[in-house]
């Protein structure tokens, strides 16, 4: 799931959020136990950790805080190692 997750994010032009990217996922890991938003903010923390991604945009939605992610060049450099 966290190589998808890298994948979706390098193939965005835009910014993307854990809600995007766990949409996109729903098809493909929604009944799996270990999908659920704690563990994709985890992944998505850990992009950020590496250097992978950085976050481009906060925003309050209600009481919770809104991050937009962007893949930063390094990150899109080292997609080329993902298995297609």
């Known amino acids: 799931m ?12 835009r910014g993307i959020t854990v809600e995007d990217a766990m949409s996109v996922l729903e098809p493909d890991y929604g009944k799996e136990r270990m999908f659920n938003r704690k563990l994709v903010e985890e992944y998505f923390d850990a992009f950020v950790g590496v250097t992978f991604m950085k976050a481009s945009d906060l925003a309050m939605d209600g009481d919770d805080l809104k991050i937009t992610y962007e893949m930063t060049d390094y990150g899109r450099s080292r997609g080329k190692y993902l298995t297609r």
């Open 2 to 13: 966290k190589s998808r997750i890298l994948e979706y994010a390098i193939k965005q032009d």
